[in-house]
């Protein structure tokens, strides 16, 4: 195996792993203020098409990528309405809208199939971007790719040092306790839930603007059901998410490399390979269930309901 071929792996681990970040990130944050959002992949489905439809009206990628965190955002606020304030089912509620946010994509989108678009394009950081393989592989992508890495710091600073942090952490083990110091429970799960969104409209974006400039029902692929599987995988950190995202994108590029060789398997059995391992890491967590629990929020997925 050449150097310009792992280049090439490692940068397109780096892509693929790009909207399992920004999907995880954001539900991590849901979940640490106790809210268990299963409509990621709704969300995300409908970021995508909002994004390339604006992008195909306006001709502005700018404005596009802004379309889809709105739309991320609409979803997101029709998630909170139901789980906090009407305290519904979250994981029903969740379900409902993947189901819903599935459909709507699929209608919206159907005049826009097989339309090109010009994508966004890698964005080449001088001098950096010419260093021997780091260059390619960390200096030369687009911009999307460089806002993930820094909402991650942003992310990974908010529940290591800042007093928000603290906050969204105390809603999310016991909002009972957290109300009665003077926390805001529905204010900021609101605010957690209405961040999801925007993270899940965002890698929308990514997906129909940067990664693969098209639009095509059920371009997701599963992403959504795979972030939410990465954060639990990451026990809720930030950096572990990150591993865990170029980890996927990796297994994900693999069954590529691994097709172009003498490696004989069905390509759809390679297909299958990032998956596997999900389901694989999930069960090795799943069993040892004392640590799950002390890592899980507390009050994940129990609604909250005020005193009146």
């Known amino acids: 195996m050449d150097i310009d071929l792992i280049t090439n792996i490692l940068y397109a681990t780096i892509r693929t792993g790009t909207p399992l970040i920004l999907i995880a990130l954001g539900e991590m944050v849901c979940e640490k203020s106790g809210v268990l959002n299963l409509g990621q992949e709704g969300m995300l489905l409908v970021g995508a098409v909002i994004g390339f439809i604006a992008a195909t009206v306006t001709g502005n990628l700018f404005i596009a ?28 509620t969740g379900l409902a809208l993947t189901i819903f946010g599935t459909g709507l994509s699929a209608f919206l989108g159907s005049n826009y199939v097989g339309i090109g678009l010009d994508g966004m394009q890698p964005l080449a950081i001088p001098l950096l971007s010419d ?20 909402l991650f710091a942003l992310v990974f600073w908010l529940f290591k040092y800042s007093r928000l942090g603290l906050k969204i952490r105390a809603v999310g083990e016991n909002p009972e306790a957290a109300n009665a110091i003077g926390i805001n429970v529905q204010l900021l799960r609101y605010a957690a839930v209405l961040f999801g969104g925007a993270m899940t409209g965002l890698a929308g974006a ?6 693969t400039p098209m639009w095509s029902e059920g371009m997701s692929a599963g992403r959504g059901w795979i972030a939410l599987a990465l954060v639990v995988f990451a026990s809720w950190k930030a950096e572990r998410i990150l591993l865990g995202a170029y980890l996927f994108g990796f297994a994900s590029i693999l069954h590529l490399v691994l097709q172009g060789t003498r490696f004989e398997v069905p390509p759809n059995i390679m297909a299958m390979l990032p998956y596997v391992a999900t389901i694989v890491v999930l069960v090795w967590l799943s069993s040892d269930a004392v640590k799950t629990r002390l890592s899980a929020p507390k009050s994940i997925g129990r609604p909250y309901r005020p005193m009146s």
């Open 131 to 150: 260093l021997p393989v780091i260059g390619k592989v960390l200096f030369q992508h687009d911009p999307l790719v460089y806002v993930a890495l820094t």
């Open 206 to 211: 990514y997906l129909s603007l940067a990664y």
């Open 65 to 92: 990528v802004w379309f889809a965190i709105f739309a991320g955002m609409l979803m997101a606020l029709l998630f909170g309405f139901l789980a906090i304030s009407l305290a519904s089912n979250q994981v029903a």
